[in-house]
């Protein structure tokens, strides 16, 4: 009988000496999650851009070629993504508005007090909301994720608009990832030379797992990329013991210039609030991706201009 995918991976994590607990903890990534993996049950893992980088982590640290890995594991275990645009998600919930914003209107608003008002119309269903996500599908910390600090939120949103290029925004990465108690965050930007999207920021992951995520090709099939062509959010569901995660598009008046990418507890990315607040703050760093590319032009111009000069 052949040995199956789960059984060559342990085989050769074992001809390395290497336990799984050493592995969690250098990737970061839960113990019982590799346990499955071994085990060729996978129904636990989290899609999209983590489902990667976590089976390309795995796949360095047993020493096995992570490429080959990863596309012998996608074929097996293919990457679901469910793509909803953002207006029709804030349907779902009765606001405060007669109409529910557009994709559009709702990226490019830059009145902080009018996405708050529309967020307090949202808190203003939370008990009706609550009581059909028990009944549909049971959310994790339901309670947290229900009790938004509305003020840290618009707090963050103003701090983003006023970065600029030269801007550290680590600290403001991280408050975001309190905020709607995420997992961690990767602001991805497009680089239109390269054609590709690279993580440009993040909070919450460590190097180890960063330095193993793919850049990321237009057309590639995972929520990043499909978030990025199609502008709107897409949502990827976790598992009983998962995490789901959103991918956001960040929109500039030029157009869409990358993707806001947030791990969450299961559940929370059907939940209209959190997808409000990840927009709100997607929204202010289009501004801030637009500096930064503009800054990276200029100094190449600089450079350019002195080896002319030189």
Known sequence: MA???????RRQRERQQIALATIAEQTKIHLPLLEELERDEVRHWPSGIFRRAFIRAYAIAIGLQPDDVVREFLSLYPDPIEVVAIGTAMASVASTKENPPTRFSY??????????TFLRGLFAKREHTLAETRVARPVANTAELFNLDLLAASNLCTKLAQADADSDVTLLLHEAVRIVDAVGVIVWAWTPDAGVLTPEMSDGYSDR??????????????????????????????GERATSALAVPIVSPDGCVGVLAVELPNGAEQTACIRAVVTMIAA???RLLDARQSARYERAGHQLASVANA
């Open 3 to 9: 040995e199956t995918f789960g059984a060559r991976l």
């Open 107 to 116: 990226l490019f608003d830059s009145a902080i007090d009018a996405s708050l």
């Open 284 to 286: 202010q760093l289009g």
């Open 209 to 238: 797992v960063l330095g193993q995520l793919p850049r990321v090709k237009r057309d590639t099939n995972n929520a990043t990329a499909a978030a990025f062509r199609s502008a709107q959010t897409c949502a990827v569901a976790g």
